[in-house]
C-alpha cells in the first residue's frame, strides 16, 4: 500500500537516516524499533509527508506522493499518532474530533458519523462532552487515537502510543490496533518496548545509526536470532564442550559452575543428541531448563548492549 525506498536524510553533513526502505501493506502491522537516536523519528517524519527526505521516495501504490506534487491527497490518506500529546485540553473530546475531521475536509453528516466512530472505538463515547484537561493519562492517548483516525485514512502510524499509560489503557490500545488490522488498516509501530512489538507485530524493521539493520518477519527473526534457542543442563561438573560444538545442530556451547549451556538451531530438533550426547560422556543431568529467543535479545545482538543517552 505504501512504500519508502532508499530515504536518506542529512542534518549539517550528518546522516541521520541512510538508505531506509520499507513498506506497509493492508492488514498488517510493522514495527519500527531502534536505539534511542537509531533515527526512528525522522523516518516516521519523512513517511508521514512532515519531512522532505534529502534523497527517496514515499509513494502509495497508485502514485500519490509528496515528491510528484500530490502531497494533501498523500497526507489525507495516513494517520499520525504522535509521541507527544497532540490535543486542544480546553475543547471537549468530540468538538476535539470535529475539529481535526474538518481540517481534513469532512462536514455535516459525514463527520458526525465518523466522530461517533472514533469515540466508540477508544471507549471514549460517553465522555465525548467533557475535556481532556479532566482526562487520566490513558484516556488522553486513546483520544490521540482517534484524532488520527477520525478521517478514516489507509494508513495509521503510532509513535510510542502507550508511554505512561496504565495497563488497563495499553491493553485497550491493543485492542484498538487489532480492530484496524482487521479492518484492512495498514499499521506502523514504534516503541521501545520489545514485549509490545512481539505481541502486535507482523514484521520487524530495525534501524541503528540511520540504517535498517533487520527488515523480516518477526519468527523468521526470532528463529535465525543467534542468541535464539539456548539448553540450560545443570550437570554439576566441569566439562570440556569443545566436542559437544560437533553435535548436529549446535551452534555454541560454554560451561560455568557446573551449567552447560548450549546454543541450538532448533530445541524440538536438536535437543536429544544434546542429552545423547551428555548421557555419552557419563554425564548426570540435574536439571534441564529450555530458553527460546525473544525479540530483544535479537535487538541487543544487532545493536549491542551500550546505554544510549542521546534522543
Known sequence: MLSATELNKSYSGRAVVSDVSLRLEPGRVLGLLGPNGAGKSTTVSMLCGLLRPDRGDVVFDDGASPMNGRTDEFKRRIGLVPQDIALYEELPARQNLELFGALYGLTGADLGSRVDEALELVGLADRARDKPSTFSGGMKRRLNIACALVHDPDVLVFDEPTVGVDPQSRNAIFDNLDVLRDRGKALMYTTHYMEEAERLCDRIVIVDHGRVVANDELEALLRHARSGERL????????????????????????ANGILSVTLQSLAKDMAPVLA???????????????????????????GRQLRDHT
Open 277 to 303: 550426547w551428555c548421557s555419552a560422556q557419563g554425564l548426570a543431568i540435574r536439571h534441564i531448563n529450555s530458553v527460546r529467543a525473544n525479540l530483544e535479545d535479537v535487538f541487543l545482538a544487532l545493536t
Open 232 to 255: 540450560e543442563i545443570d550437570v554439576g561438573q566441569t566439562v570440556d564442550c569443545a566436542p559437544l560444538l560437533a553435535v548436529p545442530g549446535v551452534i555454541e556451547a560454554n560451561e
